[in-house]
C-alpha cells in the first residue's frame, strides 16, 4: 500500500515569496491534516479536511496560508507572501473516515527554509 | 481544550539501559492517547495507541506504554534501548470534538539519545 506522498521535500525560498506544496493521501483516506512543525518543536495542526470541507482550520493564518482539497483526495497548502517564521516542516498526514482509532498515517514532509 | 505535556526535551541513556519518557495530558473528555516515532528526515509512525481497556498497551519495537487515569498520564518505557531507538518521541492525545470530529494534538517531543 502506497503511503501518503508530498512534494517538493525541500524547498528555499526568500521573504514575500510564495510557495505551495502538495500531498496525495493513502488511497480511501477520507480525512486529511496539514501540520507545521518548527525545529524542536511538536507538529501544529494548521487545517484538517473530512472530505473535501474543512473540520478544523482554526490556527491556520489565513491571512497568508490557504489550503484545498477540491475533489477530496489531493491537497495544496500555499503560503503567500512567505515570512521568516514560516521556516518549519510542512507534514501531510490521512487517517481513515469512520475509524475512531484516529491513527494517523505521514507523509515524509516538505521542509520550508525562508530567508 | 486538550493539551499534552512531555516533561523532558531530551534524555539521554545507555544502550541496553531502560528507559521512560513521560507524557501527561489535560482533556475534560474521554482521550485516545498514541506515541510517535520520527526519525531524522522522515514522518512520524505508530509505536503504539491506548483506546480503551487494558491500561498496558505494547507496541512496536518493545516499547509500552501505561494509561493512568488519575494522573492523566501516559508514559513510554523500553526494558533495554538500542542505539536505533535514537529518535524523537511525540505523544499525542485526541479528544472528541462537538460534532464527532476528533482533532489531534501533539507535545513537543522527546530526543531520546542512545549512546554505545
Known amino acids: 500500500e502506497a503511503g501518503v506522498a508530498q512534494s517538493p521535500r525541500y524547498k528555499i525560498i526568500e521573504k514575500r515569496q510564495s510557495v505551495a506544496f502538495w500531498c496525495n493521501p493513502i488511497?480511501?483516506?477520507?480525512?486529511l491534516y496539514w501540520y507545521q512543525q518548527i525545529l524542536g518543536q511538536g507538529p501544529k495542526l494548521l487545517i484538517q479536511?473530512?472530505?473535501?470541507?474543512?473540520?478544523?482550520d482554526s490556527q491556520l493564518p489565513k491571512d497568508r496560508f490557504s489550503a484545498e482539497r477540491l475533489k477530496g483526495v489531493d491537497s495544496t497548502l500555499k503560503i503567500q507572501p512567505a515570512k521568516l517564521e514560516d521556516s518549519a516542516v510542512y507534514l501531510c498526514a490521512s487517517s481513515a473516515s469512520g475509524q475512531n482509532t484516529g491513527e494517523l498515517f505521514f507523509g515524509e514532509g516538505s521542509r520550508l527554509t525562508v530567508l | 481544550a486538550q493539551s499534552v505535556t512531555q516533561l523532558d526535551s531530551q534524555v539521554p541513556v545507555f544502550e541496553e539501559a531502560p528507559v521512560e519518557l513521560r507524557c501527561n495530558y489535560s482533556?475534560?473528555?474521554?482521550?485516545?492517547l498514541f506515541w510517535y516515532v520520527q526519525y531524522p528526515n522522515q514522518g512520524l509512525q505508530l509505536l503504539l495507541k491506548y483506546l480503551s481497556g487494558s491500561t498496558l498497551v505494547k507496541g512496536i519495537n518493545g516499547f509500552e506504554a501505561e494509561f493512568n487515569k488519575s494522573q492523566t498520564s501516559f508514559h513510554l518505557r523500553k526494558p533495554s534501548v538500542h542505539i536505533s531507538d535514537t529518535a524523537e518521541y511525540f505523544c499525542?492525545?485526541?479528544?472528541?470534538?462537538?460534532?464527532?470530529?476528533?482533532?489531534?494534538?501533539f507535545g513537543r517531543g522527546t530526543s531520546l539519545i542512545v549512546h554505545p
Open positions: 499525542a492525545v485526541i479528544a472528541s470534538k462537538s460534532g464527532g470530529s476528533y482533532i489531534p494534538t
Open positions: 488511497s480511501g483516506h477520507a480525512t
Open positions: 479536511f473530512q472530505n473535501n470541507g474543512v473540520v478544523d
Open positions: 482533556s475534560s473528555v474521554s482521550v485516545y
